[in-house]
């Protein structure tokens, strides 16, 4: 079974401090890459909190922690409910808390849920938690109209040409329901043809996909997630021992915005913050994993 790379990993461990028997919660388990290098570094009596929406993921996870098991309680919810979680399961305060932003790839690829833009014959659906959600991806793309469709492509995927896609998207289903990824990816793929006026095929564009924004968008609106790390950042600094710290990892510039916007007006009163300035990975790690490019860490200090 191939493992998630974590990213950030030493930084992460170095600057939450960790020691032995320190309680620590990690509010994005994923592939469980960090929660086993929080699990060495505070043995052997501290104790890890592991939270995902994605059952998969936590089967995964359960199977990289068997060997510390008996220091772990897993459990599948999202992390927006992190207040209930800690008092359902008589857990806390915290000495740490991660909350690690990004998708590990087997969640893309391996889910079948339409997250990545490689897998063309999967279905557009992109619900984290499953058929919990209301909407799918498909759902919003066949259902929202125009301006609420670029404004989802500008907002959550920065995506230069929304107006271009969606215009094309819109065209597309009034011929037939938009239901798989290949489906949405040609849509995308002959926006960007026309835009560079050729017929040949265009899979990369500087090294970047051409869907890459517009399902990063999906995805992000799907599972309401900027929504959900601002209702989390007060409930994690409320679980926090004083004297605890919480790292977030953001991969998104919205996502790294609503954590400095918190961080900056709560500083002095509730918390400090420790790094002003984000951390990046280094060159060795963004060639290693290039995933680890994009992802920005900032962290604080509870009074």
Known sequence: ????????????????????????????????????????????????LGIDADMEAVLRAKQFLYKNEDRVVFVRDNFVNLGSILEENNFGPANGILMDLGWSTPQF??????????????????????????M????????????????????????????Q??????????????????????????????????????PWIGGIHPATKVFQALRIAVNDELKVLEQTLPQAVEALAPGGRLAVISFHSGEDRIAKTYFKKQ?????????????????????????ARS??????EKL
């Open 1 to 48: 079974m191939s493992k998630h790379v974590p990213v950030l990993l030493k930084e992460v461990l170095e600057l939450l401090q960790l020691k032995t028997g320190m309680n620590v919660i990690d509010c994005t388990l994923g592939d469980a890459g960090h929660a086993e290098k929080i699990l060495e570094a505070t043995a052997p009596y501290g104790k890890l």
């Open 109 to 134: 690829e391996d889910r079948g849920r339409g997250f990545s833009f490689l897998q063309p014959e999967e279905k557009l659906d992109m619900r984290f938690a499953g058929n919990e959600m209301k």
């Open 136 to 163: 799918s991806a498909a759902d919003i793309v066949n259902e929202l109209d125009f301006g609420r469709l670029v404004i989802i492509f500008k907002k959550y995927g920065e995506e230069n040409l929304s107006k």
């Open 165 to 202: 896609i969606v215009k094309a998207i819109v065209d597309k289903r009034k011929e037939k329901r938009i239901e798989t990824v290949g489906e949405l990816v040609e849509i995308v793929l002959q926006v960007y043809r026309d835009k560079l006026k050729t017929e040949k095929e265009i």
């Open 267 to 291: 500083n002095g009163k509730i918390l400090n913050i420790i790094n002003k300035k984000p951390i990046v990975c280094s060159d060795e790690e963004g060639k290693e994993n290039p995933r």
């Open 295 to 300: 992802a920005k860490l900032r962290v604080i």
